[in-house]
Nanobody, 119 residues
Framework: QVQLVESGGGLVQAGGSLRLSCAAS????MGWFRQAPGKEREFVAGITRSRSSTYYADSVKGRFTISRDIAKNTVYLQMTSLKPEDTAVYYC????????????????WGQGTQVTVSS
């Protein structure tokens, strides 16, 4: 069983910061996705399994940082300079294979955590 447990969502002011955590039951290629009301789920950030290489959507590049604590099997998403358009439910996902920007390449998903950015 692959289990993902997310935490860290909440309400913040525009320009503020928030850190999301995703505790996994093993080491996988991981990704963060988000879905706003009325919109499709979109890729946010990814990290590879073996080298922990990172990559980002253009909309968050320079503001968000994905990282991994190998000992804890935990992946983080540090979000800074938050904007109202960042408001969404954020999902952590794990892949059995390579890291990907496509949601259908991820077999396992967390429950989602709400991030709300007020102006």
């Amino acid at each position: 069983q692959v289990q993902l447990v997310e935490s860290g969502g909440g309400l913040v002011q525009a320009g503020g910061s928030l850190r999301l955590s995703c505790a996994a039951s093993g080491r996988y290629a991981m990704g963060w996705f988000r879905q706003a009301p009325g919109k499709e789920r979109e890729f946010v950030a990814g990290i590879t399994r073996s080298r922990s290489s990172t990559y980002y959507a253009d909309s968050v590049k320079g503001r968000f940082t994905i990282s991994r604590d190998i000992a804890k099997n935990t992946v983080y998403l540090q979000m800074t300079s938050l904007k109202p358009e960042d408001t969404a439910v954020y999902y952590c996902a794990a892949s059995n294979g390579a890291s990907s920007t496509y949601s259908y390449d991820y077999a396992y998903w967390g429950q989602g955590t709400q991030v709300t950015v007020s102006s």
